[in-house]
């Protein structure tokens, strides 16, 4: 089967150890997690985990009901890019002195898109929100021409193109249910 990247969202309250659980189960399978990130999502007192990973549909598939089935899991679920909306975040800490003797740094930035975050006596750091492919583009182009003293890209953070957040269509119908068994009671 063609591998292709999967972007996996799973929803959890925010338990210590949880990460861990999450990540054995790639590690079980043998799949290399390309990006992994986590933060509070809209909805209170839940997380969201954006774990991207190269794999094929029915393994993907797998792994995600795998996921799934843990406790302390409220739902999985994977996507394809073309049903999200998703960015990285990049920074790159130049030499001053080798962007200043560079010249023309205003038409890197704004090629790109990037910002300054900070200028140093001894460091520039600049800012780049994008795709992945922009972020290396940027990057490839400084490291030949000034050289790179430090680079970091933040995992793909993503929503998906629906109006909600998929949970909430979730927890809507689990309340719905719950509320038709009281009044049946």
């Known amino acids: 089967m063609e591998k292709k990247l999967y972007t996996i969202t799973i929803f959890s ?11 054995i189960v790639f590690t079980r399978r043998q799949i290399n997690i390309e990006t992994l990130s986590v933060s509070p999502s809209a909805l209170k007192g839940i997380h969201k985990f954006t774990i991207t990973a190269y794999c094929d549909l029915d393994t993907v598939q797998k792994v995600v009901k795998q996921i799934d089935k843990r406790v302390d899991i409220l739902k999985a679920y994977y ?10 975040i990049a ?7 080798k962007v200043l003797s560079m010249g023309g740094i205003e038409n890197l930035i704004r090629k790109y898109n990037a910002r300054v975050l900070e200028i140093l006596d001894n460091c520039v750091v600049l800012e780049k929100t994008g795709l992945y492919e922009e972020t290396q583009e940027m990057f490839d182009e400084l490291q030949s021409r000034i050289g790179v003293l430090q680079f970091i890209r933040s995992g793909r953070v993503a929503i998906t ?17 719950i509320n038709r068994q009281q009044e049946q009671q």
């Open 13 to 23: 309250e925010n338990t210590p150890g949880l990460l861990n659980q999450i990540t």
């Open 79 to 88: 996507n394809v890019d073309e049903e999200l909306v998703y960015q990285e």
């Open 91 to 97: 920074l790159y800490k130049l030499a001053t002195d």
């Open 161 to 177: 193109r629906s109006k909600i957040e998929r949970l909430s269509d979730m927890l809507a119908s689990i309340e719905a249910r």
